[in-house]
């Protein structure tokens, strides 16, 4: 059974940055496509960032020239580094493993229980 659990965030003053790490136990990591899933009160659950089991990155637009997905493989480590952070930006944040490397909930095997950015202005 694969776990993940999801580190970093807090708040952030807007235009700063952070770094969420999400660590994944239980199974091969290479054999995991992995993402990253925010969801805001009031909110439905959107796909931020997706990487495939040895690279190649897809970002949502809101995601794009701001926030980097990479992950470590020898260290079975996600990563997200969120730069340049807006309050729209605020949510809990969700790390996503997935055996179909395709990026969206339909193909989400796992899930992290989250982590809270609070980014005020």
């Known amino acids: 059974q694969v776990q993940l659990k999801e580190f970093g965030g807090g708040s952030v003053q807007a235009g700063g940055s952070t770094r969420l790490s999400c660590a994944h136990s239980?199974?091969?990591?290479?054999?995991?496509?992995m993402s990253w899933f925010r969801q805001a009160p009031g909110k439905m659950r959107e796909g931020v960032a997706f990487?495939?089991?040895?690279?190649?990155?897809t970002y949502a637009d809101s995601a794009k020239d701001r926030f980097t997905i990479s992950r470590d493989n020898a260290e079975n480590t996600l990563y997200l580094q969120m730069n340049n952070l807006k309050p729209e930006d605020s949510a809990t944040y969700y790390c996503?493993?997935?055996?179909?490397?395709?990026?969206?909930?339909?193909?989400?095997?796992?899930w992290g229980q989250g982590t809270q950015v609070t980014v005020s202005s």
């Open positions: 990487i495939g089991r040895f690279g190649g990155e």
């Open positions: 239980g199974a091969p990591f290479s054999d995991y496509c």
């Open positions: 996503a493993a997935g055996r179909v490397c395709l990026f969206g909930e339909d193909y989400v095997n796992y």
